[in-house]
């Protein structure tokens, strides 16, 4: 399932537990894909607690909690970290991570705390939802196979890659365009993969993150920036974003694009991704400014001068996801639907 449809899912098991209608939810998928993100995202939405357990760090006592004397019985302490109405509040979300790498002994002390919501005395509040995470066999983490009382006791969803998604999630969080320009471009690398090779450095929606930060260090120094952006997805995904962005010194004026000028747009391919990535960031940051109609119309102007229409209907789609229903309000919409109408309706 693609990640914009699993936050909708979080989203929901989050909200049912004040109905009681809350399931256990259990997120596969490969390193790197956004699983814990994901579940942060939603917590932070809410401005809600997140508890987060690495069960792979874990002993069977670090969730039963440790038995100690009182009189004639021997009764648990209840470990600090699982979720208190008095510590942490009466809404949150309790996420397992790492529940496939932890050991057996570790996921069947699990299994009462997530079916039943309790160990021992201590019961989950109610409005606390129970989320966990995983890599699968076949990812060559650290793994062992789910027993089928612990699966029995999730709903399961397995997380897919989402080109999409990954490039509205990119805006919001400021990637820098020429990245988001890259990986439009070169759509097979945002998340590349092979268990076979083992690899250290590989392509994935979080380690494409990580060479966000190193272009803002490494920018203006030449030397190092190839082996900084290889260091965080690779050899080959590096060497071809490095070339990717030295080749954009031949792009258009981007401000005289924004106001408006007659600019047309370049013939390479792979420098009509930059355009297009860049406008729609240009866009983004002409929101809520004085000149935000005038900016979002030319930007929309311009999307009927590539030479492929489905160029200007990537670039808009993005506009729309990043801004919202206020791109229809622009002249310029109505205008550049009509130049595409028949592609819409294919």
């Not at 013939?267 to 002409?286: H, M, N, P, T, W």
């Amino acid at each position: 399932m693609r990640p914009a449809h699993l936050l909708t899912v979080i989203e929901k098991e989050y909200s049912s537990t004040r109905e009681g209608h809350h399931t256990p939810v259990m997120l596969w998928g490969p390193p790197g894909v956004g699983k814990s993100q994901m579940v942060a995202q939603v917590a932070d939405r809410h401005n809600a607690p997140l508890i987060d357990i690495r069960l792979s760090q874990m002993e069977p006592s670090d969730l039963r909690g440790i038995p100690f004397r009182s009189g004639d019985e021997v009764v648990w302490a209840v470990p600090a970290m699982l979720p208190s109405v008095k510590r942490h509040g009466e809404e949150g979300i309790l996420f397992l991570d790492e529940i496939t790498s932890a050991p057996p002994s570790v996921s069947a002390a699990a299994y009462q705390l997530i079916l039943d919501r309790r160990l021992g005395e201590y019961e989950v509040p109610e409005g606390w939802a129970i989320i966990a995470a995983g890599n699968r066999q076949g990812d060559r983490g650290v793994t062992y196979a789910m027993p089928a009382p612990l699966a029995n006791r999730f709903s399961h969803y397995e997380v897919e890659v989402n080109m999409d998604d990954w490039v509205a999630w990119a805006y919001a969080n400021n990637i820098d365009e020429r990245i988001i320009a890259f990986l439009r471009f070169r759509q097979d690398l945002l998340f590349d993969f092979d268990p076979s090779h083992n690899p250290i450095a590989f392509p994935s929606p979080r380690s494409w993150e990580f060479a966000h930060r190193g272009l803002q260090k490494f920018d203006e120094n030449h030397d190092l920036l190839t082996g900084a952006l290889q260091a965080c997805v690779g050899n080959a995904a590096g060497i071809e974003l490095r070339a990717f962005i030295d080749s954009l010194d031949q792009m258009p004026d981007l401000d005289a694009i924004v106001n408006g000028e007659d600019i047309p747009a370049p013939k390479e391919i792979d420098l009509q991704y930059a355009v297009a990535s860049a406008l729609v960031g240009r866009a983004i940051r002409a929101k809520d400014t004085d000149d935000a109609a005038k900016a979002h119309g030319n930007i929309l102007a311009y999307a009927s001068k590539f030479p492929q229409r489905e160029m200007g209907v990537m670039m808009v789609s993005d506009m729309h996801r990043a801004i919202g229903e206020d791109i229809f309000a622009v002249p310029e919409f109505a205008n550049w639907a009509d130049k595409i109408a028949d592609i819409m309706l294919y």
